[in-house]
Every structure is written in C-alpha cells, then in structure tokens.
C-alpha cells in the first residue's frame, strides 16, 4: 500500500453528520471565518485559544457558573497560565446530567457475569455513597483510594468522590503490595475501597490478605470499604461492604460542589520504573474539558453510542473511557483476561452489546493477529464505527490487520498522550481520511510540534514532541512537590516555557503524526538517532517473532543496537531467522537500523500497563540498578538480560 494512498475514507455522509463539522461550522458562524480544512481549523485553535475552549464549553453544554474573568490569564508562563479563574464546576455533576432509565454502565467480569446500571441508577447510587463519604469526614481535597477492578463501582465510588470535591486515586488489584504502596503510601487516602479478588485467566485471586497488609501502612485511612466481587459473602474485619453503604445512603438527594475549575480531581502516577511513581495531580475543570473535546468532536460520540475501552484503573484510559459519560454514552466495562477462554472474548460482548466505538492497546491488536484470530468472519459488528488504539505505536500491520479482519468501514484512530496531561497530543478524527502507520491529526487546543535539539519547528523530519502554548489539562501540581521543582524538571528543563513530552515523533505531508519511541529510549548508533517503534514495525512482520525489546547497548565507545526476541512456539532462532529479521528491517528502514546482535529470551519485561522497558533493559545491560522492580508486570524477566553484561561498557 502506497503510504499516500489512505486505508479508509469517511463518507461524505459521515463528514456532513460528524460532530466535529457541526462544530466548525458553529465557529465559523460565530466569528465570521471560513476554514479550508482541519489544519485551518486546528490552526485557528491554538491562536485564539480563549475563544476555542469557550466554544468547546457552549457547543459541550457544560455545566458550571461562569464567571466573566478571561477564559486564560498568565499565557506567557506555561506552567503558570490560569484557566477559567473564578469559574466554578463539578465534575461529577456533568458526568450524571442523563438521568434516564437508558444504561449508563454495562460491565462484565470474564466469568461472563454482567450487569446494567441505568442513567437514574447510577446517579441514586452516587447519591447514597457520596452520602457515606461524607459521614466518614471526607472533605474537599481529601483523598479516596481505589483498589477495585474496572466494574460499576470503582464508576461510583470515583463520581462520589468528585461530587464532593475530593480526590480520586486508583490501582489495578493486581499490583503487588510494594507498588501499591509506593502509590498510595505517597497520597495517604482518607477512604480505601479495595475487592475482595479478581478474575484473570480463568482463575480468581483473593488479595484480602494484602488489603489487611496495606491498610496498616496508611495511617490516616478512616475508613475501609470492601467490594465483594468473587464472594458475595466475604469480609474484612472493620471494613463495610460497598453495598451496606449503599442501603445506609439510600434514597439520598445527589449534591455536587460547585468548585473552582483547577479543583483537583483526580491523582494519577507515572510508571515507576526509575524510582517511586510521581504523583501526579489533575483538575476538574481541565480534565472534563479535554475529555468531551476528544469524546465529542474526535471520536464523534454520541449519547447513542456505546463506548468501550480494554483497560484497567490503574491506566488513565480508564479515566478517559468514564467521562464518556459527560456525553450521554453507555459505557461497556470488562474486566479480566482479554483472551479468556479465547481471542473472542471481548467480540463476543462488542457484538451482544452494540458496541460502535472499540478502544485497545496496539499489543492486543498484535496478539490477535499473531493468532489468526479475524473478528469480521464471525460477527457482523454492524453498529461499530471506529477502533481505537493507544499504549504504544501502532504499527503498519496493526493498521492493516484492523481493516482486513475486523471492519473495513470505519475509523481507526490510534491515538497518544499520556498519564501527565490526561489527554491527547495526536489523535483521530471522523471527517479525515486514516493513513497507514499514522496518527491521523494533532488534537484540536494543542499546540503540539515536533522540535529538533536547537528549538527549531521540523516537518516530515523527527525530533522531540513538545507543546508550545498553555493547555487546561497540565498538571495542577506533583503532590509532596512543594517548591514545583520535579514538575519543572520532569517538563519544562529541556527547553524552557515548552512542553516536552519525551516523544521522539514525525510530523507527516498529510499532517498525520508518526510516534517513533520515547525520547529517553532512543538508540544513538554513529551518533544517529532511532526511535524503537522503528524497529518494532519491521520486526511485527515477522512470523516467528512473538515479541521483541530492542536497546542500544554501550560498545567500544560507540552504541550498538541489540534486538531480544521472543518467539512462538516450535520457532528457532537460527541463521535464517536471523538474516530474515536483518534484511526486513534493512530493506523497510535504513542499515543503521539493522541490530548488531539478535538474541532470544523467553518472556520480554513490561511494566504493569504492558509496555515494554526499554530502560530497565539497558540498565541491566550495563549492570546497573533497577529502581523499582515492583513497577514491573513480570521482573523475572530482566534476569536473563544480566548475561550480556560483561560484554558491555562499562
């Protein structure tokens, strides 16, 4: 496929009915202009950026007491910039505005246990929580912790938590103690709502011991409530069930403080994997805004539609999947293995439950196709409109796999951000055509561009994704931050007042956005710099490659770049192998891309939300410390990595 050729084009249907052209029209009305196309658009919004996120709030219908102070104050100092002074809002009240018996939530459990919760229901239940969290003093700015699975509750729970003005944090049960503790130790919860277990595998886990374990380490916990997912029956001494909490709050009216628009919201944390995770804190107002921007006009949802997202709650996706609720959508929630019993099992509920907007990580793309496995030969999948994939780079066949075997008509957007700005840099959109191995467009309100090591703007060259001008979703502050000194460093040290993202990226001639690796995980051979991702397309190719990490590695003064694969089983590693991996990535990239050394492990590190450590990895290679091995899904796997430590620089 030639890369100018797109994979899919919107219908003009489509485009005339998107929401995304209602709302350029909208501007255009409003201000007199006439856009020739989305870069005009976009354009538009990163100069005038007062007027564009006003437009975004009336065309979205927020909810809130505007105030008539200027939308963006101090726009000169990134870090300092004020949006919305003396605006007030609530989150969850924009989030629970239906109040009908249509679902809000559908969730289920991999044992195919489901339940539906409707618009009103869930708002009733809200209700009664937030009631209880009151009872137990929980105040503005006080922290209710999350220890719970992706299941109506954690929804809740968090909406309660938000009505209130305080502060939402979570973790995936599945986390060891340690990395829980690294978390909430740090952010010490008021109220800790933890399971019972969790189902993964076709097995179930009971973690109460490690609850017990965990509520001794946090001293100002008043209160812990426990969520019986496995048992209905099970407990914990001193904790209240989620549903006793709820009887006790039953037919409480739903309050929700109005409070300024930087009100903290949520804290989420980076991975870990360098040291204790940083906290970081996002605002109501910032985080509600860019969400309905990207629901709305980038995903184009609707309060028909049903929006669905693989993730788990210790990810921000499942933050951003939530607020889809700020749209009128019904959300679809699972929890569990994504391939238990088998690849169906989320097409088997995508297709009972009309799903039309299907979100995922590149790597479940890739595991489906390594397995053969082609939705649209067993389901018809007639109301799905777009897929959605985030996590790391998407590669070429990944964007080819989607159209071949699960829907050609629709749009497939792989998207990136991240945890630190709980948004998107680059994104899709319903009325552009979708390019192979590109994100299709920079999101609208993001001044986002690709910069080289002196500062200067690159086009169809790569270099680091930074983000010149203020935007309402950057971080409140990093808690236990004080002087703001580690949000400084962590953004604004390599070119000062502009945002670096640590994304090593391309802009494209459609104007599409290439991700070709972190920034940090850059391989530097001859003073060359290659992004991994590179690497990774070629090698997906593959067929006996499972999985692969590539790391430069320090070598007689120089980098050499070391490919470790996993493969499938029955596959060798032999000279063949070899050469075939060798003369893909040489005849798709450039020889400097070419891996000095292919070597074979049986399992490939990933923290905990799947991605792979390239700097764990190097780490180990040049006998170094790993900083926090906790942070990792499976840590046994560096240690076949200390073997070439010998070989290196040292």
């Given at each position: ?30 201000h ?32 809130g ?36 018996e249509?679902p ?83 952010t ?94 996002h ?33 921000m ?11 009128g959508?019904?959300?679809?929630l ?21 799903v ?6 590149a ?7 390594n ?37 050609r ?95 090593y990226?391309?802009i ?8 070709h ?9 001859g ?23 590539c790391?430069g ?20 590693l ?14 798709n ?5 070419v ?10 590190p ?19 410390h790993?900083?926090n ?13 200390k ?8």
């Amino acid at each position: 496929m030639n890369a100018q050729e797109p994979l899919w084009k919107p219908s003009a249907a489509r485009v005339e009915n998107a929401n995304m052209t209602r709302f350029q029209r909208e501007i255009e009305a409003r201000h007199g202009l006439q856009f020739a196309d989305y870069p005009q658009l976009h354009d538009w919004s990163v100069r005038y950026p007062e007027l564009f996120w006003n437009a975004v709030w009336d065309f979205c219908g927020i909810l809130g007491d505007r105030s008539s102070e200027p939308v963006l104050q101090n726009a000169e100092r990134f870090a300092g910039a004020r949006w919305f002074a003396g605006t007030r809002l609530n989150f969850a009240e924009n989030l629970l505005r239906r109040r009908d018996e249509h679902p809000a939530l559908v969730s289920y459990l991999e044992t195919g246990k489901r339940e539906s919760v409707s618009h009103a229901e869930l708002a009733a239940r809200v209700a009664a929580f937030a009631h209880c969290l009151r009872a137990w003093g929980v105040t503005p700015g006080d922290r209710v912790a999350g220890l719970l699975p992706n299941i109506s509750a954690t929804v809740v729970a968090m909406l309660a938590t938000a009505s209130i003005g305080a502060i939402w944090t979570s973790c995936s049960p599945d986390f060891g103690l340690s990395s829980i503790q690294d978390r909430f130790g740090q952010t010490q919860p008021k109220v800790l709502l933890a399971c019972d277990g969790y189902y993964y595998g076709g097995k179930s886990f009971d973690i109460r011991a490690k609850v017990e374990q965990l509520r001794d380490t946090l001293p100002d916990l008043r209160q812990l409530v426990l969520v019986n997912v496995l048992d209905a029956n099970s407990a914990l001494p001193g904790a209240v069930t989620f549903r006793q909490a709820l009887d006790a709050g039953a037919g409480q009216p739903l309050r929700c403080a109005r409070l300024p628009f930087a009100q903290p919201l949520y804290i989420l944390y980076s991975s870990g994997t360098t040291g204790k995770p940083k906290c970081i804190v996002h605002g109501a107002g910032g985080t509600l805004l860019q969400h309905v921007k990207e629901h709305r006009l980038h995903v184009d949802l609707n309060d028909t539609d049903v929006l669905y997202y693989f993730t788990t709650c210790g990810w921000m996706m499942w933050n951003w999947l939530v607020s889809g609720l700020a749209s009128g959508a019904t959300l679809l929630l699972y929890d569990g293995s994504p391939f238990h019993p088998g690849p169906q099992a989320l097409w088997d509920i995508a297709e009972r439950e009309g799903v039309t907007v299907f979100g995922t990580s590149a790597k479940y793309l890739a595991a489906l196709n390594n397995a053969g496995f082609s939705p649209r030969r067993q389901y018809p999948l007639a109301r799905l409109k777009s897929v959605l994939s985030t996590g790391s780079p998407l590669t070429e066949t990944g964007f080819r796999y989607v159209y071949e075997h699960i829907k050609r008509d629709l749009c497939l957007s792989s998207i990136s951000g991240g945890t630190d700005v709980i948004c998107c840099f680059a994104i899709g959109n319903p009325t552009l055509p979708v390019f192979e191995g590109q994100l299709q467009c920079i999101a609208l309100g993001m001044a986002a561009e690709v910069w080289d090591e002196q500062g200067h703007s690159l086009r169809e060259q790569k270099g680091e994704l930074v983000c010149t001008r203020p935007f309402p979703s950057t971080p409140v502050y990093f808690w236990n931050d004080p002087d703001g000194a580690r949000y400084h460093k962590a953004y604004f040290a390599r070119f000062p007042n502009v945002w670096a993202h640590g994304d090593y990226a391309e802009i494209t001639a459609q104007n599409g956005v290439i991700i070709h690796g972190r920034s940090d995980a850059t391989l530097n051979p001859g003073g060359v710099r290659i992004g991994t991702a590179e690497i990774y397309r070629q090698v997906e190719k593959i067929a006996a490659v499972a999985d692969s990490i590539c790391v430069g590695q320090r070598w007689q003064g120089d980098t050499r770049v070391l490919l470790f694969v996993q493969l499938r089983e029955g596959a060798r590693l032999d000279a063949a192998l070899i050469q075939e991996i060798k003369q893909t990535i040489r005849s798709n990239t450039t020889p400097r891309h070419v891996p000095e050394l292919i070597l074979q492990v049986d399992d490939i590190p990933r923290t905990l939300t799947g991605k792979p450590v390239e700097i764990a990895v190097t780490q180990t290679l040049h006998g170094e410390h790993v900083g926090n091995l906790e942070a990792l899904a499976n840590p046994g796997a560096l240690e076949p990595f200390k073997r070439f430590f010998p070989q290196a620089d040292h």
